[in-house]
């Protein structure tokens, strides 16, 4: 099992500025790296306090490389609905040189109304223009000559340059939530699985089949190679010395962060796309949450150590899970509940999970 903290910015402007979080989850990858962990994880978004505060991870952890030794850097989702596939191969490929080969390029589809209408792209096209942005991505990082011919872009005969420092390339994950298409097509090309926490307990079942999707499509087609398919859950993680403190400081924690999610999913009401089939109200999700679903391992790991290493087995049992990315950023918490949160995972919990 390897972890590592994942970072989601949900700060409201007016009661927590950008440098001061950006201050914080610096120092918090410099420990994190310190302290044993495997990955720093950042996620691209737009606009409104979900996420917003990062409309660059490559920016960010190329801060984070040039303050660490050992810890890899991931993007948690890269949305390449947005970008042109040789801006996204270039600088990427200079965060690989940057860091000495300590990249791992982590893509995820978008899935916010308000994001695609911006950036004056259609939901509709969202997967065909995602695939193809990462398709063209790991030509040029691999093809000395490159050339694409798509709906989305043109070009021929392109050399990326900076080359990758990892051979072929940098690591490839791929975020996926609900659709079976998407669990099947990352699966069958081979890439890693980025899936997060659900809302519900009862969506648990349905994410294990997704995973199980991945991971049979991506056995059928590369287990001759002796490749093996590789799942990462992304949850937020409250640790205190007893089930009662944790569940009694992290609770107005994971209400802000569902209500921010919940705020951005919003977005939802009165759009519908065939390309994301049942997220025309996602919002209610969030925003409706229960005391039960606060509970939830689905929602956020929240106990004791002993507890949390339970919970951790049933998940990685669940969702047959090899790595935890801890979300510690969430609720918007300041740097010393982050920094408690960081120390107590890797002395009390994570030398109890192999």
């Given at each position: 099992m390897k972890h590592g903290i994942s970072l989601l910015p949900d700060c409201r402007p007016d009661r927590r500025s950008a440098a001061a979080y950006f201050a914080d989850v610096l120092r918090l990858s410099v420990l994190a790296d310190e302290l044993g962990f495997d990955y720093v994880k950042m996620t691209e978004h737009y606009l409104r306090d979900y996420?917003?505060?990062?409309?660059?991870?490559?920016?960010?952890?190329?801060?984070?490389?040039?303050?660490?030794?050992?810890?890899?850097?991931?993007?948690?989702?890269?949305?390449?609905?947005?970008?042109h596939p040789v801006q996204l191969a270039a600088?990427?490929?200079?965060?690989?040189?940057?860091?000495?080969?300590?990249?791992?390029?982590?893509?995820?589809?978008?899935?916010l109304p308000y994001e695609f209408e911006v950036f004056g792209i259609d939901l509709d096209d969202s997967r065909a223009k995602f695939t193809a942005t990462i398709e063209a991505v790991l030509r040029l990082w691999t093809q000395e000559k490159s050339y694409e011919d798509t709906p989305f872009f043109r070009y021929v005969d392109a050399t990326s340059l900076p080359p990758v420092t990892q051979s072929p390339h940098p690591p490839v994950w791929v975020a996926a939530v609900r659709s079976r298409e998407s669990f099947a097509w990352i699966g069958e090309k081979?890439?890693?699985?980025?899936?997060?926490?659900?809302?519900?307990?009862?969506?648990?079942?349905?994410?294990?089949?997704?995973?199980?999707?991945?991971?049979?499509?991506?056995?059928?087609?590369?287990?001759?190679?002796?490749?093996?398919?590789?799942?990462?859950?992304?949850?937020?993680?409250?640790?205190?010395?007893?089930?009662?403190?944790?569940?009694?400081?992290?609770?107005?924690?994971?209400?802000?962060?569902?209500?921010?999610?919940?705020?951005?999913?919003?977005?939802?009401?009165?759009?519908?796309?065939?390309?994301?089939?049942?997220?025309?109200?996602?919002?209610?999700?969030?925003?409706?949450a229960s005391e039960e679903d606060l509970r939830s391992n689905a929602t956020g790991v929240v106990g004791s150590p002993n507890s949390v290493v339970e919970k951790v087995r049933t998940l990685r049992e669940q969702l047959y899970l090899d790595t935890m990315l801890w979300q510690i950023d969430f609720g918007g918490q300041e740097a010393e509940s982050m920094e408690r949160n960081l120390r107590m995972l890797a002395q009390e919990v994570m030398p109890k999970i192999s």
């Open positions: 996420g917003g505060y990062c409309p660059s991870p490559l920016a960010f952890l190329s801060a984070v490389a040039s303050r660490t030794s050992r810890i890899r850097m991931m993007t948690g989702g890269i949305q390449a609905s947005f970008h600088d990427a490929a200079q965060l690989d040189a940057i860091s000495a080969g300590r990249l791992d390029v982590g893509f995820a589809r978008a899935w081979g890439f890693s699985l980025l899936i997060a926490s659900p809302p519900k307990e009862s969506e648990l079942p349905r994410m294990r089949e997704m995973v199980e999707v991945y991971r049979e499509t991506f056995e059928d087609a590369h287990a001759a190679l002796g490749r093996t398919p590789r799942v990462a859950l992304s949850v937020p993680v409250y640790v205190a010395e007893t089930d009662e403190r944790a569940l009694q400081e992290a609770r107005p924690l994971l209400r802000e962060y569902l209500q921010v999610w919940g705020e951005a999913a919003d977005s939802w009401t009165g759009v519908k796309s065939s390309a994301y089939p049942g997220y025309s109200t996602p919002g209610k999700s969030f925003l409706g």
